[in-house]
């Protein structure tokens, strides 16, 4: 589903030698998989997640999602890739103050061309799924932080993508929290089979991935044996 | 994207910045209300000419005009009548008068006619009845608001003032209805011909002929009209007085549009100060939006739509308000122009008015919005947290550069082309808008360094903060705002107060030719250009304390497209002009000269226009040609179309009249000026239409007229300083409040209450500062460019005293009333709890 070959990034720096924040990694992750990568900060995750997003441009190398190159689309057909067929969980909550769960989850589907009340009916399934029912009408100021990182993931996959990056999605949430928010995003993505690669540092992640990949200085160097598959190709 | 699902974004966000929003729509509403209203005063006074003109002339397309209120035969109307091509012609004899009912006396522009012209005019003229034109009954009818004003609202006999004498006529109120655009107060009088004829003693004179030429034959009928009027009368369009109108009213014009531009850049500096505030929010949006898929152009037009609410609300506010302010504070007073035209004091509201003010509001809007995100809107996202330093960033030596090729431009601008003085200003605007970067740098250094030798808690931490160049757009902002007011304020307040003491100092001149003055009354003979049949001289000179009794004529005299104010003073006046007034050649020179007779003192951008120089000889387009020659060059002695002096003699030749518009009556050395007044009241009589002033008196009410014409300018000022001490305090105060997060880290880092507030108000203060004193250091300059162009172009009288007062009480005035308003939400922030560190 999802293919990174010889993915190369760096960007320069003030010392003069650049910045290698990816540097040829590959990998191939089958759809519906759910894959972790760790690696402490500056280790080129969540540049490896822009290149993935068509945010970024690779220097060398290619993201192939379903067969298709992402790496040189136009800025029209990215911003139409992430639109219909990526989800995105930040750690940032960035919620609109003021707005409602319900409107805060609709953003998305705003932008897909849908009318507003069809967008509010669309996502109101999803939140419910996500344990929001009662709290849809809440300003998000008035959401505890688990829920509001539950709105930004019912705001990515409301959608329905094919492919879920999440950056850090736990890091605002205290341990307990973090394990629910992790537990209900792994078991929705599995029931809608959307394929994910989670970045984090933190280890309790590895609990919901079926593969688990270290990232160091740009390179993929290694996996849990016990998780499964191997990278295809670790650096 | 769908218009609803961005409808629907904006309503979901809206809650959340509703603050913000609202001081951005009062920004742009006081911006919108500014030039608006600013734009209503200016089409008010056009306007009203225009369509009084208009009104009365209507499809008539030429007039024969006469040079002086004496005019012409009447026998001319025929020969005009047969001329070919000559489709209806109307006769008219307009003569300055002055009605006199129980509660009051107005000023009015008599027009006799007769019914042709209820059959021919315009819509005013068409709304009086043939019947009552065609009387020959001492009749007229005037605007109802007039009439209302004087105490006449019903038909009844009132006094005229016409010449020297009273006569009793029968007014018959009603003739242009009231309010709005029906020009209900317009100084205008209607009248039947032979009625004006008979009170103004001239049977059987005219002085314009309006009429209307045959399709195709306008040249045909011009050519034939410049054959009879030789060089004794003028032939124009019909419609020329608005002409001469518009060449009067340019300065007032151009200082208002000036100075509502001005505004309305501070107006927009307080809204763009506002919408600073929702930066932050709305470039969280935009990453999330595009994270999430939405293309540039669906941001793009998210935004869009946050201007158009923004700048439809705030412009809305804005046009109520102006139409308050242009009701209220600028009511477009006519001022010294009411001497020379019938100019009313009605608000004209035209479409274009409107169009200016929603145009600069939409746009203030749109740009507020868009600009401090054009680098999420035009970069690709990948470039967006590379760029965390303002746009500004590195550039300021470029900055300076353009600054100075600003400056350049300005000084260029002052040297050689004054003319361009509204040009100057922009780009010494920008000059000093391009500076501000460098000038806060320079400050937040020397800060740096000053502070290694006191080092304090307060003014280290105002360092860090001014430092910041997270918060860098924002101070650049507030201070421009500050810069833009203190540089408005100084340069066109020390332009406006030398103005003043200019035109001070020419009434001085003038008024104190005589000891006591009597004139034809009325507002409209403020100048004594109207003249009255001499009776009473001689009488004036037996009685007790008269010296002397000199007789001073005046008019004003169309010469192409200026109304000039002629002033002819006796020939034996000693001080015939004053020598403060002469701008080029020897003042005693040019008196003996004046006294000596065939030589004229004119205005500098009179003879500009027409080459002329000193010793040159020229043709004065009097009732009767007369030649002189250029004694020396004046100012325009406060009458911004120009003035030409010469002596009374030489007046009578050239308009073939030996009426006086004023007898100026010294006294003998002992007597008082009052009791004299009184003496001559009383033989002057009860029906007399002249009225006795003092010198003092005079000079008073000239002084007070200068002052009402300059009026707008310090209104305008003080609301351009009330609005940027307002956009300021509310911008930094906002600032304040957003940063109650790190003041409350600040307090877990053991700052205390009183030092974080100290620090704040060390930071206001600086920030205003820098902003404030260099817009004072730039308002002198400005001063100097507004100076030489009213003294150069329009030839006004410029007395030039020291602007730093100005200065220093601008640039104090609102850094001390900002820093004073900051210092509450400042010492409110400083309470913020530590506790809000730790938000779970």
């Not at chain 2, 059987?204 to 009027?229: F, K, Q, W």
């Not at chain 2, 010494?428 to 360094?449: D, F, K, Y």
Request: charged share 20%; aromatic share 6%; proline share 4%.
């Amino acid at each position: 589903m999802l293919e990174l070959r010889e993915l190369v990034k760096h960007f320069p720096a003030a010392s003069g030698s650049p910045v290698r924040a990816v540097d040829g990694v590959s990998l191939s992750v089958a759809a519906g998989e759910f894959v972790a990568l760790y690696g402490p900060s500056g280790s080129g995750k969540s540049t490896l997640l822009m290149l993935i997003a068509a945010l970024l441009e690779p220097d060398a190398g290619s993201v192939l999602v379903d067969g298709r190159e992402i790496s040189a689309l136009s800025d029209r057909d990215a911003a139409n890739y992430r639109l219909h067929e990526l989800g995105f969980v930040r750690q940032s909550l960035n919620l609109i103050p003021g707005a409602s769960a319900l409107d805060n989850a609709a953003l998305k589907l705003l932008g897909a061309d849908l009318g507003s009340r069809e967008a509010r009916r669309r996502i109101a399934p999803l939140l419910e799924h996500l344990g929001l029912a009662d709290r849809m009408s809440h300003r998000a100021e008035q959401l505890s932080m688990g829920e509001r990182q539950r709105v930004m993931i019912a705001r990515a996959l409301s959608t329905e993508p094919k492919l879920l990056l999440a950056d850090e999605p736990t890091g605002s949430l205290d341990t307990e929290r973090g394990a629910q928010v992790l537990s209900l995003l792994a078991e929705t993505c599995r029931e809608r089979k959307v394929t994910v690669v989670l970045v984090t540092h933190d280890q309790l992640a590895a609990a919901f991935a079926d593969r688990v990949f270290s990232l160091r200085d740009g390179q993929l160097i290694d996996a849990e044996p016990d998780k499964g598959r191997a990278p295809v190709n670790a650096g | 994207m769908r218009l609803s699902s961005i409808a629907r974004l904006y309503r979901v966000r809206i809650r959340a910045r509703l603050t913000q929003e609202l001081f951005a729509v009062l920004g742009i509403a006081i911006g919108v209300s500014l030039l608006f209203s600013s734009q209503v005063a200016n089409t008010s006074l056009n306007g009203s000419v225009e369509r009084l003109t208009n009104g009365i002339v209507g499809r008539m397309s030429l007039q024969l005009d006469a040079r002086d209120s004496h005019g012409f035969e009447e026998r001319l109307l025929e020969e005009v009548q047969r001329l070919p091509g000559v489709q209806a012609a109307v006769p008219v004899l307009e003569q300055d008068a002055n009605v006199v009912g129980p509660k009051g006396q107005e000023s009015v522009d008599l027009v006799g006619t007769d019914p042709r012209l209820a059959r021919l005019g315009g819509g005013i003229a068409r709304h009086v009845s043939e019947v009552g034109l065609g009387s020959r009954a001492r009749v007229f009818t005037l605007p109802t608001e007039i009439a209302e004003r004087i105490g006449a609202t019903s038909i009844r006999s009132i006094t005229i003032q016409l010449g020297s004498g009273s006569k009793h006529a029968l007014l018959v109120p009603g003739l242009l209805g009231r309010g709005g655009a029906s020009l209900g107060d317009s100084p205008i009088a209607l009248a039947p011909l032979r009625a004006v004829q008979t009170l103004a003693g001239l049977q059987g004179r005219l002085t314009s002929i309006y009429l209307r030429a045959a399709p195709n034959r306008s040249s045909l009928v011009r050519a034939e009209l410049e054959r009879i009027a030789g060089d004794r009368l003028n032939v124009r369009p019909a419609n020329f007085a608005t002409t001469l109108f518009r060449r009067a009213a340019g300065p007032v014009d151009q200082s208002t549009s000036l100075f509502s531009a001005l505004s309305a850049l501070v107006g927009f500096l307080f809204a763009f100060n506002a919408l600073l505030l929702t930066v932050p929010q709305r470039r969280s949006l935009i990453e999330d939006l595009h994270l999430d898929g939405y293309t540039r152009r669906m941001i793009v037009e998210v935004l869009l739509l946050d201007a158009f609410v923004l700048g439809v609300i705030a412009s809305a506010l804005g046009l109520a308000l102006g139409e308050l302010l242009s009701q209220v504070l600028f009511s477009s007073d006519p001022g010294y122009l009411s001497f020379a035209f019938p100019v009313g004091e009605q608000r004209i509201v035209t479409a274009w008015s409107v169009l200016v003010a929603v145009g600069g509001g939409m746009l203030a809007a749109t740009v507020g919005v868009l600009a401090p995100l054009r680098a999420e809107i035009v970069e690709r996202p990948s470039r967006w947290h590379a760029r965390s330093s303002p746009v500004w960033r590195g550039r300021t030596p470029w900055m300076l550069a353009a600054a100075l090729v600003c400056l350049l431009a300005t000084t260029l601008i002052l040297v050689l082309s004054p003319r361009s003085a509204i040009v100057g200003v922009l780009t010494l605007t920008l000059a000093l808008l391009l500076c501000l970067p460098a000038a806060i740098e320079l400050v937040v250094g020397a800060s740096g360094r000053l502070h290694r030798l006191q080092a304090g808690a307060a003014s280290y931490l105002a360092l860090i903060e001014l430092r910041s160049r997270a918060n860098r757009s924002r101070s650049l902002a507030i201070a421009a705002t500050g810069a833009i007011a203190v540089f408005g304020t100084v340069s066109i307040e020390s332009a406006r107060s030398n103005l003043q003491r200019g035109l001070d100092a020419s009434a001085h001149g003038i008024d104190s030719g005589a000891d006591v003055w009597a004139t034809l009354a009325g507002k409209s003979n403020s100048f004594a250009t109207s003249s009255f049949i001499d009776s009473s001289a001689e009488a004036l000179r037996r009685v007790p304390g008269v010296r002397a009794v000199q007789l001073y004529r005046g008019s004003f005299l169309d010469w192409l497209d200026r109304r000039v104010w002629v002033l002819a003073p006796p020939r034996g006046a000693e001080h015939p002009v004053a020598a403060s007034q002469i701008v080029s050649g020897n003042p005693l020179q040019a008196a003996a000269r004046l006294r000596a007779g065939g030589w004229a003192v004119i205005s500098k951008a009179i003879a500009s226009e027409r080459g002329l120089r000193i010793g040159d000889a020229f043709t004065l387009p009097s009732p009767r040609p007369t030649t002189l020659r250029v004694a020396a060059l004046s100012t325009n002695l406060g009458w911004s179309p120009g003035a030409i002096v010469l002596n009374a003699d030489d007046y009578a030749r050239g308009w073939s009249s030996t009426d006086p518009s004023a007898y100026l009556i010294q006294l003998t050395p002992s007597a008082s000026a009052t009791v004299v007044s009184r003496r001559i009241r009383a033989t002057l009589g009860p029906r007399t239409a002249l009225q006795v002033e003092t010198r003092g008196a005079r000079e008073r009410m000239h002084f007070a007229q200068a002052a009402q014409g300059l009026s707008r300018l310090t209104q305008i000022r003080s609301l351009v300083l009330i609005a940027a001490i307002l956009a300021m305090a509310a911008a930094m105060g906002a600032m304040i409040w957003q940063r109650r997060a790190r003041l409350a880290d600040m307090k877990v880092d053991g700052f205390s209450r009183v030092v974080l507030w100290r620090a704040l108000l060390w930071e206001t203060a600086a920030l205003l500062g820098v902003g404030c004193a260099l817009g004072a250091v730039f308002g002198l300059y400005g001063q100097l460019l507004l100076g030489r162009a009213l003294a150069v172009v329009n030839g006004f009288p410029v007395i030039e005293a020291t602007p730093l007062p100005v200065a220093l009480g601008s640039f104090a005035l609102i850094t001390a009333v900002a820093v004073a308003i900051v210092a509450v939400p400042g010492y409110l922030a400083a309470r913020v709890r530590p506790s809000i560190s730790f938000p779970e």
